[in-house]
């Protein structure tokens, strides 16, 4: 989480404090219960709580969200009604996060058309393997497939919307999955396999380790959050008392009641709803603020739609062009096979069962990043590991089987 994000996500414990207390006060507070989204973040806001002026130390801030709050705290020591000063805070604040999201989707966007048309250089890489043009073997060409995919699939993790913590949540189990992840991709090289077995292997390590501390479970209370925090914004929206709204939703939902029983787990969600839950059982509910908890959360729903469905796009349209290469190099280095040598030949076609090999087993590791990346954020490392490995295994043998059809 960067500092912009923190302010962001933080604006609606600070405007229900602020709505039944003095800024100085709901600074101090806020910080004190939104340590577990940033503690370096948390730390920093309660210590510009603490000086002689807060206002001047927040208005002078480089970040525009992060002056809001400085306007905050100014407008409020001018004495301006706080109904009126809570409402003007959260949107500004709340333009101020629509910007920034409907910015990093346009930047998203732009660098996801340019690096999309990269990402089909390992398939003309293939197609001068093929036909002896490119003096790389196998692994040389794996790699270069790697490179390629690793840049796209950062960029396309950089720009969703993350919640659990990936070094909090796997810790040293990555050591242990990158150990199963090479050995089966060793082995798979070594016996001809499909090198998407590494990450099927780094999954399932993960997930037995997951099984194994008991921490499965997060990803789903992970994913209640959401639809629980749009039930209790609803039920306050309604005029449902606060602790009455409180204790409809923990009988509801799980993570409801794990949250008032104060159970931890590293997600900037639960954190985020953690700390609302004490500011309305503390200072009682703000509408305003409830109403920009929606909104952001609509928003964050709304980017990883759409990031997700480019990337699915992107992979539908990569595997047809992957199916018709296939196709194409089955035919013709087939054909070719056949043409007597006249050795003044410009090609060299590379014999068809190894062409085929290297084909299924490019595509098979293309299909498994891809897959993976695009599960990552919104179902955990080891879901998008496991799930593109085995799709990616797939896809091998069903590359096999159409070469072995149209050659």
């Given amino acids: 989480m960067n500092r912009e994000e923190f302010y962001i996500y933080i604006a609606p414990v600070f405007a229900t404090y602020l709505s039944h207390m003095s800024s100085t006060e709901a600074l101090r507070r806020t910080a004190a219960e939104v340590e577990d989204l940033d503690r370096r973040y948390s730390r920093e806001l309660l210590m510009a709580s603490l000086t002689p002026n807060p206002a001047s130390v927040l208005s002078s801030d480089r970040l525009a969200v992060v002056r809001q709050y400085g306007f905050a705290v100014s407008q409020e020591e001018a004495g301006v009604p706080r109904g009126v000063l809570v409402q003007s805070f959260l949107q500004s604040v709340k333009s101020i996060a629509l910007g920034r999201v409907e910015a990093t989707m346009q930047h998203f966007v732009g660098l996801f058309s340019s690096m999309s048309s990269l990402m089909f250089a390992p398939l003309l890489l293939l197609f001068l393997y093929a036909y002896g043009l490119l003096p790389l073997d196998l ?33 040293r189990s990555i050591l242990l999955a990158t150990a199963a992840g090479g050995a089966s991709l060793y082995l798979s090289i070594a016996w001809a396999l499909p090198v998407s077995l590494g990450a099927a292997a780094a999954g399932a390590a993960l997930a037995i380790w997951l099984l194994a501390t008991k921490r499965l479970g997060w990803f789903r209370l992970a994913s209640e959050i959401p639809a629980m925090l749009r039930d209790f914004a609803s039920r306050i929206s309604q005029g449902v008392p606060a602790d009455l709204a409180l204790r409809e939703v923990s009988a509801t939902y799980k993570v409801a009641w794990m949250i008032a029983y104060f159970y931890e787990i590293p997600s900037l969600m639960f954190s985020l709803a953690k700390a609302m839950f004490n500011a309305v059982s503390w200072a009682g509910p703000s509408l305003e603020a409830i109403d920009y908890i929606q909104t952001i959360l609509d928003e964050r729903e709304r980017g990883l739609k759409r990031v997700t469905a480019l990337t ?90 159409l070469w072995s059809l149209w050659a």
């Fill in 139 to 171: 692994l040389s060409l794996l790699g270069i497939a790697g490179v390629f995919s690793s840049m796209t699939g950062f960029l396309i993790y950089r720009s969703m919307p993350r919640d659990l913590s990936p070094i909090r949540t796997y810790g």
């Fill in 312 to 401: 699915a796009m992107f992979i539908a349209i990569y595997l047809a062009a992957s199916l018709i290469l296939t196709y194409s190099l089955a035919v013709s280095v087939t054909a070719l096979q056949a043409v007597p040598s006249t050795g003044q030949a410009l090609i060299f076609p590379l014999p068809p069962d190894e062409v085929g090999y290297a084909t299924a087993q490019l595509l098979s590791a293309m299909v498994a990043g891809f897959l993976a990346v695009m599960l990552l954020p919104s179902r955990g490392v080891w879901a998008g590991l496991l799930a593109g490995g085995v799709a990616g295994t797939s896809f091998f043998y069903l590359a096999t089987a």
